[in-house]
Nanobody
Framework: QVQLVESGGGLVQAGGSLRLSCVASSRTFSNYVMSWFREAPGKNRKFVAGINAFGGKTSYADFAQDRFIISRDNTENTLYLQMNNLQPEDTAVYYC??????????????????WGQGTQVTVPG
């Protein structure tokens, strides 16, 4: 069992930045692909960015490319998402997910076994 706790969300003006964190309880954190997803009101959960087990490979949704950076610190069991130039359309609850597969970064939420409780990001229009 892996418990994930996100933090770092908040209210930010358009053009601003936030850094999300996701701390994992498991000592096997480094075995998992880790990803960020987001869920806007009335919409399905969507892939934002993912990173493989040892951090050598990353993947981004088109809307996140060039603005968001995913990283991980396996010594601290922590996943990060640096979000820059935030826009109103980035408003959503952001979730981190853990996939037992440690190699392939999958973009479908059903592939992930563990989820955090989410952290709200709000960018007023």
């Amino acid at each position: 069992q892996v418990q994930l706790v996100e933090s770092g969300g908040g209210l930010v003006q358009a053009g601003g930045s936030l850094r999300l964190s996701c701390v994992a309880s498991s000592r096997t954190f480094s075995n998992y692909v880790m990803s960020w997803f987001r869920e806007a009101p009335g919409k399905n959960r969507k892939f934002v960015a993912g990173i493989n087990a040892f951090g050598g490979k990353t993947s981004y949704a088109d809307f996140a490319q060039d603005r968001f950076i995913i990283s991980r610190d396996n010594t601290e069991n922590t996943l990060y998402l640096q979000m820059n130039n935030l826009q109103p359309e980035d408003t959503a609850v952001y979730y981190c997910g853990a996939d037992r597969n440690g190699v392939i970064i999958r973009t479908i939420d059903a592939a992930y076994s563990y989820w955090g409780q989410g952290t709200q990001v709000t960018v007023p229009g």
